[in-house]
């Protein structure tokens, strides 16, 4: 279905066209007539589906531009997530009078609170500043008419949940809520109904838990040799961009370091840097300025950078929805993807638990560790006939040459 058969005022269909979009994602399709319709909803969707598009069309069409107050509420576990919504609504709302804005962790105070004096229609925000304004009086929820949680299973669990709560319950007015996730763990699904009044559901998860998009290789290493096995791999493969995961900063720091002294184009990202810093990086990976970002979790939710080709998780990623959101952030919007995780010997069972639930077909470059063993989890794996191509694609640029 196009956005033209939809009853989108033409300041907005002329953004949304202007972008690039003319038919409706599924999401897209499904979600619109249940949100104009004032519904909650709970949407479970696959990372890249188009789901900020989703929402962002019929909040801003809900807004009352000459009303000077907060009328749509976004809130996102990520500050980067932050400054990816709000842009995505300040392009779609280009040609109207709403104002969307972004509150989030380590950005100047002052110039928040001018700008929400000012005047703020959406506002899209990381719970901690949020409830930091809400204490302080800075904010007024009179008149939030939508209020949306994005990622909402991380929003709901056990060290955001009691925020989430407050900042929700500051909400006087009845309003409508809805829930976006690309997963959904049973006790979350729970507290996720709490949030809700008779909500409408959308599951766009494929049945198969791991998107078709995607090719997961996996490649069993001593951890001491990961780094050459990492070369080797960029070597064979045609890397557009690649977004190298592990599962904590100082891996991150350890590994940008050494990288960068073969390769050029690399960045990295964590919790531990400035917010300037994050910024930034966040803006050169988007924009293709860096090629290898190696990250901590906070770039394994949402983020939508549509260059990237592969995803590498350095260690198994702690818990399997983990796997799915850090490995989404390739094999978006129908693209191919590919995704290697390096596994080590006390990661087997992890391993093992892993695909089988997220019902993961694994290619092995090299040795299948699970076959070896005869440990296999029951399901048949592939196995690749040529570890590499024998020459070196766009992935070889070294520094040196
Ligand atoms: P999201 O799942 O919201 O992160 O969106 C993933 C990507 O899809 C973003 O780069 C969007 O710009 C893009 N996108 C969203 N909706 C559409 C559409 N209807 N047609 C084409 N691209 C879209």
Redesign the pocket.
């Known amino acids: 279905m196009k956005f033209s058969e939809l009853n989108i005022p033409s300041n907005i269909l002329g953004a949304i066209e202007k972008?690039?979009?003319?038919?409706?994602?599924p999401v897209?399709e499904a979600a619109y007539p249940i949100i104009a319709a004032g519904h909650d909803l709970c949407a479970l969707a696959e990372?890249?589906?188009?789901?900020?598009?989703a929402c962002a069309i019929p909040l801003i069409q809900k807004v009352d531009p000459e009303l000077n107050a907060i009328q749509g509420l976004v809130i996102v576990p990520t500050r980067e997530l932050c400054i990816q919504y709000v842009t995505?609504i300040q392009h779609i709302a280009r040609r109207t009078n709403v104002v969307p804005f972004a509150v989030y962790g380590g950005f100047d105070k002052d110039i928040d609170i001018a700008k929400l004096k000012h005047g703020v229609h959406i506002l899209v925000a990381t719970p901690g500043r949020l409830l930091d304004y809400l204490y302080s009086g800075v904010l007024s929820f009179e008149h939030v008419k939508c209020a949306i949680l994005d990622e909402a299973d991380e929003l709901l669990k056990v060290g955001f949940l009691e925020d989430i709560e407050f900042i929700l319950s500051c909400i006087i007015r009845k309003h409508q809520t809805l829930l976006f996730s690309a997963t959904m763990p049973e006790d979350i699904k729970k507290l996720a109904h709490d949030c809700l009044r008779d909500p409408r559901h959308i599951s766009l998860i494929s049945e198969r838990k791991a998107p078709a998009s995607i090719d997961h290789y996996f490649a069993y290493h001593h951890p001491n040799d990961k780094m050459a096995e990492l070369v080797k791999y960029l070597e064979a493969e045609d890397v557009k961009q690649m977004l190298i995961f592990c599962n904590a900063r100082h891996m991150v720091d350890k590994l940008f370091t050494s990288f960068r002294k073969d390769f050029k184009d690399v960045g990295y990202i964590h919790a531990g840097l400035s917010q300037d810093k994050r910024t930034s990086v966040f803006r050169q990976f988007k924009s293709m300025k860096i090629r290898y970002l190696f990250a901590s979790d906070v770039a394994g939710r949402?983020l939508?950078f549509?260059h990237v080709s592969h995803v590498v998780n350095w260690n198994l990623p702690q818990g399997r929805e983990s796997y799915t959101h850090r490995t989404g952030r390739t094999g978006?919007?129908g693209r191919k993807g590919k995704a290697l995780t390096f596994i080590t010997k006390h990661e087997l069972s992890d391993l093992r638990e892993l695909i089988f639930r997220n019902e993961i077909s694994p290619c092995w470059i090299g040795e299948d560790p699970l076959q070896a063993n005869n440990t296999s989890p029951g399901r048949k794996t592939k196995k690749r006939k040529r570890p590499f191509r024998p020459h070196l694609g766009r992935g070889k640029e070294m520094a040196k040459s």
């Open positions: 972008m690039g979009y003319e038919e409706m994602t897209q990372t890249g589906s188009g789901k900020t598009a995505e949402g939508d549509s978006r919007m």
